[in-house]
């Protein structure tokens, strides 16, 4: 059954590089991620934080394919990508500017929760197989163990990093907490 999900999601999200700003996927659903302004973090990565404009890039791409997935099926889990994580944590660094992304994104009262402490439990193995599949999709090859590229190797950004992401209701994680 999870296969038949993700061959759908992949089939939805190939779509997503052929369109034209402000075309939608399945003609109802307008992409606010692709239209979002990532500009200052990217900048920010770079100018503070030392990464190079290349890495920069990859690694914003990686996240990007995540966040248009989640943006398209925002009841799934997605695991990152070691490059997708560090792109994502120079957004959480901006507390006020996360939560904007994610109540414009996903709607009034939604937050992107990342959690770190998701690695090796099946919850995870769901996860690393919707991005499997969302990267399938953009041409991308993703191992299929997600414990195969440990330990860690300098420069593999595209292997499992320990955390997933998906979004939530703050009401939900308040009333959790």
């Known amino acids: ?15 997503l590089p052929a369109l034209e700003k402000g075309a939608s996927i399945d003609g109802d659903c307008m992409s606010k991620v ?14 503070r934080f030392g990464f190079s404009e290349g890495d920069c890039q990859k690694y914003w791409n990686d996240l990007l394919i995540i966040f248009r997935a989640m943006e398209g099926f925002p009841d799934k889990k997605y695991a990152l990508t070691v490059g997708a994580d560090q792109a994502l944590h120079i957004l959480l660094l901006d507390t006020v500017g996360h939560y904007r992304f994610s109540e414009e994104i996903f709607g ?3 937050l992107v929760v990342h959690d770190p402490f998701a690695y090796g439990t099946p919850e995870f193995e769901i ?5 499997r599949a969302i990267f399938a999709a953009e041409g991308i090859v993703l191992p299929s163990d997600y414990t195969a590229a440990v330990p860690r190797r300098p420069g593999d950004t595209r ?17 959790a907490a």
């Open 127 to 131: 996860a690393w197989e919707n991005t």
């Open 34 to 47: 692709s239209e979002y302004d990532f500009g200052r973090y990217k900048v920010s990565m770079v100018e």
């Open 159 to 175: 292997r499992a990093e320990a955390c997933f992401l998906w979004v939530a209701c703050q009401a939900d994680l308040r009333a």
């Open 108 to 110: 009034n009262g939604s």
């Open 1 to 15: 059954m999870i296969w038949q999900e993700l061959l759908i999601l992949s089939q939805k999200l190939r779509q």
